[in-house]
Structures are given as C-alpha cells and as structure tokens.
C-alpha cells in the first residue's frame, strides 16, 4: 500500500506561481511513476504531469512551460511547481503514483483556485 497526503494549493492570482508538493509512504519501492492530474468543476480529471522513477517527465500540453513536475527520492516527495496561473488552471489537483504492478494511488487533493 501506498499513501500520498498533497500539501500547497490555495488561492493565487492570475500570473501568479504556487507549489504542491506530494508525500508518498508505505510501499515506495513499488512505485514507477509519480503525477498529478486535476479535475475543475463540472469536468472529467486530466493528466496535468508525471515523472518516472529515472526522472523522464511528461506534460499536458496546456500546461507546457508554466509547470514543472520534480521530486526528492531522500524526502519521497513529488513536487508540481506552477507558474503563470491561469483562471483555467483552476481545480482539485490529485497526486497519483502507479505502482509497477498497474495499481494507481490517490491523494485526497488540494484546490487550487485562480483568480482573474
């Protein structure tokens, strides 16, 4: 079993930047892939970025080049660094963590909410 509890969020202005951060424990070992995905209101949830166990990272193409996805293996910790918000950029953002035997995890999630 893994568990993730997401930290950061909150309210920021358009233009602005927030960091989330994720703490994953249990059974780190068997994780592969680490992400964050977001659902706004009304929508379906959606991949905002993950990060591989070697670092190799991927992003939604609207979020290229405002978010950056890293982690710290000492602290176990994945981090989504956001930049030039956007009011589309609000929503509950969701860390996941896919285990190499295809078990997905979820954080609870924390808002983020854009203003204009």
């Known amino acids: 079993q893994v568990q993730l509890v997401e930290s950061g969020g909150g309210l920021a202005q358009a233009g602005g930047s927030q960091r989330l951060s994720c703490a994953a424990s249990?059974?780190?070992?068997?994780?592969?892939?680490m992400g964050w995905y977001r659902q706004a209101p009304g929508k379906r949830r959606e991949l905002v970025a993950t990060?591989?166990?070697?670092?190799?990272?991927n992003y939604a193409d609207s979020v290229k080049g405002r978010f950056t996805i890293s982690r710290d293996n000492a602290k176990n910790t994945v981090y989504l660094q956001m930049n030039s918000l956007k009011p589309e950029d609000t929503a509950v953002y969701y860390c996941?963590?896919?285990?190499?035997?295809?078990?997905?995890?979820w954080g609870k999630g924390t808002l983020v909410t854009v203003s204009s």
């Open positions: 996941n963590a896919a285990a190499y035997n295809a078990v997905a995890y």
């Open positions: 249990g059974s780190i070992f068997s994780i592969n892939v």
């Open positions: 990060i591989t166990r070697y670092d190799s990272t």
